[in-house]
Antibody
Framework: QVQLQESGPGLVKPSQTLSLTCTVS??????????WSWIRQHPGKGLEWIGY???????YYNPSLKSRVTISVDTSKNQFSLKLSSVTAADTAVYYC??????????????????WGQGTLVTVSS | DIQMTQSPSSLSASVGDRVTITCQAS??????LNWYQQKPGKAPKLLIY???NLETGVPSRFSGSGSGTDFTFTISSLQPEDIATYYC?????????FGPGTKVDIK
């Protein structure tokens, strides 16, 4: 059973960089077909996809956050990380890491988030 | 980017009622749509993929249909444990986008 666990500071000051790590257990982050994602949820609001990384290091970021986001992977530790720079109160949210599976079945792509971390609340405040 | 809308934003129904949620994409996404259930304080859980396929282990009272731009999610007989917020999510194009959610409550 794959498990994901977020870790990092729960409080970040405005203008600083938010840093979170997701540790994957029960499976290898280097397995093909999986994109390791970060998703956030503002308090009482919906889900916003931040970006993902493949084990090879290739990334794709949400254009709305691209200028401030960096996602990296450490295959030796089975971890991937999120950095979000120049944070403001608007970045206060629960941050989830999740596995995005991408498969092709009968020549048709199938993609979905199948495993999620429990989420970690990050508050931006001085 | 593809925008997703859902209606209603919330609903209240009785145990045993049939509940229907609609999701609309801003452009044709074929059947590249998933549905998730999120209970308070928990991470979302995949219920349906490819618009109509039930994820393994998910009760058969949940179902989905639709293609193109219009999709429907149905709970055939609402149970107390179904109290949650339900999200649709498109994966036709990057970035994958979620709908704003529909909160389901017991009347």
């Amino acid at each position: 059973q794959v498990q994901l666990q977020e870790s990092g500071p729960g409080l970040v000051k405005p203008s600083q960089t938010l840093s979170l790590t997701c540790t994957v257990s029960g499976g290898s982050i280097s397995s093909g077909g999986y994109y390791w994602s970060w998703i956030r949820q503002h308090p009482g609001k919906g889900l916003e996809w931040i970006g993902y990384i493949y084990y090879s290091g290739s990334t794709y970021y949400n254009p709305s956050l691209k200028s401030r986001v960096t996602i990296s992977v450490d295959t030796s530790k089975n971890q991937f990380s999120l950095k979000l720079s120049s944070v403001t109160a608007a970045d206060t949210a629960v941050y989830y890491c999740a596995r995005y599976i991408v498969v092709v079945v009968a020549a048709t792509p199938r993609k979905y988030f199948d495993y999620w971390g429990q989420g970690t609340l990050v508050t931006v405040s001085s | 980017d593809i925008q997703m809308t859902q209606s209603p934003s919330s609903l209240s129904a009785s145990v045993g009622d049939r509940v229907t949620i609609t999701c609309q994409a801003s452009q044709d996404i074929s059947n590249y749509l998933n549905w998730y259930q999120q209970k308070p304080g928990k991470a979302p859980k995949l219920l349906i993929y490819d618009a109509s396929n039930l994820e393994t282990g998910v009760p058969s009272r949940f179902s989905g249909s639709g293609s193109g731009t219009d999709f429907t999610f149905t709970i055939s007989s609402l149970q107390p444990e179904d109290i949650a917020t339900y999200y649709c999510q498109q994966y036709d194009n990057l970035p994958p986008a979620f709908g704003p959610g529909t909160k389901v409550d017991i009347k």
